[in-house]
């Protein structure tokens, strides 16, 4: 924020050693090159800030596919192993059959507990706004406005993301659009 780039480079530099695609390093260095009009340089560095997002929310889909998957298993097999107990007469022995039901329960709030969201890792409104004023900068609008609907999509507050894309629509003469996103 102080522009201090040079700085934050280098600050940066260990981070993305140990980690080459790290979505919030990259996002900084895009927003830094965007302020130093290197457009696309900061292209490139917000394309690679969201694909590490998508990978990374695919990674925690699958994730969180398996871990709900193994727990399933372990419910149904103490569910099962429940059921024998209590088919063998064994209600006598009170402290294991509470074990087991107390064990079941855990495992029932555990599961309740992962998110449903569908997407984990989102790509936040601020990445697909910057990303379209890069291509926006770079003679691309018709991509830009795309990034400026990602964004308002994300936010629908994102008054710059309006701005921009309404503008778009403008210089277009795509006047209806103009006025629908206006009305938005």
Not at 18 to 47: C, K, S, V, W
Not at 103 to 120: C, M, N, P, Q, T
Request: net charge neutral; hydrophobic share 40%.
């Amino acid at each position: 924020e102080a522009h201090r780039f040079d700085e934050a480079k280098k600050l940066l530099a260990p981070v993305l050693k140990q980690i080459p695609d790290h979505a919030g390093a990259h996002f900084l260095l895009a927003t830094m090159a965007y302020e130093n009009r290197d457009f696309t340089g900061a292209l490139g560095h917000i394309e690679t800030s969201e694909r590490s997002l998508k990978d990374l929310d695919q990674r925690y889909t699958k994730l969180q596919a398996f871990m709900k998957a193994n727990d399933d298993v372990e419910a149904s097999n103490i569910r099962s192993s429940l059921d024998n107990l209590k088919n063998s007469g064994a209600d006598s022995i009170d402290d294991v059959l509470d074990a087991k039901e107390s064990h079941l329960k855990y495992l029932e709030a555990k599961k309740s507990g992962f998110s449903d969201r569908l997407v984990s890792f989102a790509i936040p409104s601020t990445y697909s706004f910057l990303h379209g004023n890069c291509l926006y900068r770079l003679g691309r609008a018709s991509e830009a406005a795309t990034q400026y609907q990602l964004a308002v999509h994300s936010d629908p507050t994102n008054a710059k993301a309006w701005n921009n894309l309404i503008n778009i629509y403008r210089e277009a003469k795509d006047f209806d659009q103009a006025r629908k996103a206006l009305a938005k």
